[in-house]
């Protein structure tokens, strides 16, 4: 149980151009979704927090322009890096804190992971 | 006073042995201190959470142990093995802050054979 799945897991693009990752927690509903970014050999550094049908919060220094959060329903997030440049390259991670069920509420289970590449 | 530290930042470990993972935390209101196991190119995994009204929690060969005066935890991974070869990320949160968690650097264990 608590499952979370990424689309895509890997994803090359050209500079300029937009890329959507999706976030899904398949048995369980999510109050809370977290979106992180992770560089090479370092610490998991959160950029938004977002809560079904509000705004997403971001972290201070994460333009929120550049990486549109869109937390639709209980079961999906989505982040969307909007004129991506090679310096957006990075691993992606989103988590969802559950409701109740399999999910123990204050626990945050983790997706696979999305890795950007910005050409 | 958010931050969580943690060390050493990397740990070499023969089959068998114990492998020791601190962290230390400044901010005296986070209540939810779990660990995270992560192998490259995957997501961080939940291995094992400790709240601050026990000392001691075990599951299997991973336990952690905490001491609330001293603002200290760590993870005990005993009998360890080369599959455990991963990094570890110690996380505080509140329940105040949205279940927000503070990582720390994280630790690379590899355990040889």
């Known amino acids: 149980g608590a499952v979370v799945s990424q689309h895509p897991s890997r994803v090359i693009c050209k500079s300029g151009t937009s890329v959507k990752i999706e976030c899904r927690s398949l048995d369980f509903q999510a109050t809370t979704m977290f979106w992180y970014r992770q560089f090479p050999k370092q610490s998991l550094m959160l950029m938004a927090t977002s809560n079904e049908g509000s705004k997403a919060t971001y972290e201070q220094g994460v333009e929120k322009d550049k990486f549109l959060i869109n937390h639709a329903s209980l079961t999906l997030s989505t982040l969307t890096v909007t004129s991506a440049h090679p310096e957006d390259s990075s691993f992606y991670i989103c988590s969802a804190r559950g409701l109740a069920g399999v999910a123990a509420t204050d626990t945050q289970y983790f997706g696979p992971g999305t890795r950007l590449t910005v050409l | 006073q958010q931050q969580v530290k943690q060390s050493p930042q990397s740990l070499i470990v023969q089959k068998g042995g114990i492998s020791i993972i601190n962290c230390a935390y400044e901010?005296?209101?986070?209540?939810?201190f779990p660990w995270y196991q992560q192998f490259p190119g995957k997501g961080p995994a939940l291995l094992i959470a400790?709240?601050?009204?026990?000392s001691e929690k075990k599951e299997g060969r991973f336990t952690i142990s905490f001491n609330k005066s001293a603002k200290q935890f760590s993870l005990h991974i005993m009998d360890s093995q080369p599959g455990d070869s991963a990094t570890y990320f110690c996380a505080a949160s509140t329940k105040s802050n949205t279940g927000k968690l503070i990582f720390g650097q994280g630790t690379t264990l590899q355990v040889k054979p």
């Open positions: 901010n005296t209101a986070f209540d939810y």
């Open positions: 400790i709240r601050p009204d026990v």
